[in-house]
């Protein structure tokens, strides 16, 4: 696992304590945007975490995913279609992203955390432009979570 946040490492070792399995888990704090490693990796996931990157850096954290990632290995992640502009989650997910402007308009430095990025199907563009064969599994989780989407995204043979 990489993060850039010491405490999300302890919590990642925390909870993979006990996973069942014989694969080797590590944990590396470093930035997303700067991966230090170069086809080391069969799988990454993100889960939770696209918020956490500006629309502009987007396109370098596939790019740094990809890189890092061994051929044939695959990224996993959860995003969504963006929610009708009609709908209570839609205004929610605004709501959100207008405090979190205004938070960081007044409060240095700022924290990056937005609703509504990453979504489908310039999702699955971005990954695909960047070498990445794309499928999207929709309808795999329950309420409250049932808008969302298990994107695997493998990366091509060179």
Avoid at 45 to 61: E, I, M, S
Avoid at 80 to 105: C, D, K, Q, T
Avoid at 140 to 157: G, H, N, Q, S, Y
Wanted: glycine content about 6%; overall charge neutral; proline content about 8%.
């Amino acid at each position: 696992g990489i993060d850039i946040s010491q405490g999300m490492i302890d919590v990642g070792r925390i909870g993979t304590r006990n996973a069942p399995g014989a694969a080797r888990l590590e944990f590396v704090r470093a930035d997303a945007l700067d991966i230090p490693f170069v086809k080391e990796f069969d799988v990454a996931v993100c889960f939770g975490a696209l918020g956490h990157f500006l629309p502009d850096d987007q396109p370098r954290f596939v790019e740094q995913v990809h890189r890092s990632l061994r051929p044939g290995g695959r990224l996993i992640l959860l995003t969504s279609y963006s929610p009708p502009w009609s709908s209570r989650r839609y205004w929610a997910a605004r709501a959100f992203n207008a405090a979190m402007h205004i938070r960081n308009w007044l409060i240095p430095p700022p924290f990056v955390m937005y609703y509504l990025t990453f979504l489908l199907p310039s999702a699955a563009d971005l990954l695909s432009d960047r070498g990445f064969d794309v499928h999207i599994q929709e309808r795999v989780f329950t309420d409250p979570w049932e808008a969302a989407c298990l994107v695997i995204a493998r990366r091509k043979d060179e």
